[in-house]
């Protein structure tokens, strides 16, 4: 009988880690995550895994513990998923953003190279790095213009993936993934945010809900839908970047119309403009060319915009005990 395949996941904890081991761990793999040291060890996202996978301690800034990390695990597939991910973090905290996103990459690449040479890399790239958009819609070959220090951390981190890639023959590829949401979003995204908000107001805690720029529109798709993308990728004979995305643009205002809409509500009667949260670089608009994604992964998402959004609202709604 083969060995099971072993994938190492860094930023398990995090909303597509999460749905990625669980997508590993239906396909049989033995699944290593990556965690970080905190005074209290808060795994929300995994707790329904936690006796199925491995967790090794280990961090980005660290590049002992990644050769700790993959050590242990002996990967066939490396998923890098790990990342100070929230653009607004990204201006107050600009050297940590760079050091975890951009040089983190790096270090775990370096690992890689002198530990494990023939273990296949998955990188994390965004659609941010298109940032002030050079065409429309955006593909694999559409230059990047980064609007903030993450999206400029994001291209140096794809660029030294292609480069480990081409300078090392390292198994390298790059997922080049626009907004992908679920009722696992982080709290401070944008969708995740009218989510809670719109169910905090159905449930009578909330009156109003602030909010930045509503022109803003993105290609919004369902996180379970793209973490097939990443596990595809790797399973090609040659190692290649896709961009992943549902190419349809709606934006923010959308948003809110159908996820208070869900809940019963106008989003007129309760969203409130706080210019606080406009950012100091705005990225106006998003929307992919994910077909080819479609020809060689045969790949495509499952999930439209509403049905994402209005799960979304129905989950924190049910989530939310009503004010008494
Ligand atoms: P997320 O929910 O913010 O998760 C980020 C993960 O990275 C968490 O597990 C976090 O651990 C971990 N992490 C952060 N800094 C670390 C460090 N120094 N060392 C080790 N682990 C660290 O992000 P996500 O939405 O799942 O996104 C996954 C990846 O895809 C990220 O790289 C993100 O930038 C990228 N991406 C996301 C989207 C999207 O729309 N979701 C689109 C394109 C690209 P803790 O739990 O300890 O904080
Ligand atoms: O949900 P967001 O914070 O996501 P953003 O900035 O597009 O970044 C996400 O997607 C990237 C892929 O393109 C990832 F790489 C990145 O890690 C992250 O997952 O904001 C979306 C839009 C922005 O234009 C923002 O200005 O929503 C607008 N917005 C309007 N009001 C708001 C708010 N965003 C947030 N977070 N909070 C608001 O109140």
Known sequence: MSEPRRALVTGITGQDGSYLAEFLLERGYEVYGLVRRAS?????????LRERVELVHGDLLDQASL?????????????????????????????LTAEFTGLGVTRLLECVRQRCPDARFYQ?????????????????STPFYPRSPYGAAKAYAHHITVNYRESYGLYA?????????????????????????????ARGRAKTL?????DARRDWGFAGDYVEAMWKMLQLDAPDDFVIATGEMHSVREVCEIAFAALGLDWRAHVTLDPKL????????????????RAKLGWQPRTTFR????????ADYDATPPAS
């Open 67 to 95: 050769a700790r990390a993959l050590d242990l695990a002996r990967p066939h597939e490396i998923y890098n998923l790990a990342a100070q991910s929230f653009v607004p973090t990204s201006w107050t905290e600009p050297v």
């Open 210 to 214: 602030p909010m930045g720029n509503l």
């Open 307 to 314: 049905e994402l959004i209005e799960r979304m609202a129905r």
């Open 278 to 293: 406009l950012r100091p670089a705005e990225v106006d608009q998003l929307v992919g060319d994910a077909s080819k994604a």
């Open 40 to 48: 209290l060890q808060r795994f929300e996202r995994i707790e329904h």
């Open 173 to 201: 590829s790059c997922g080049i993934l626009f907004n992908h949401e679920s009722p696992r979003r982080g709290r401070e995204f944008v969708t995740r945010k009218v989510s809670l908000g719109a169910a905090a107001i």
């Open 124 to 140: 994390a790239s965004s659609s941010e790095m298109f940032g002030k958009v050079r065409e429309v819609p955006q593909r694999e």
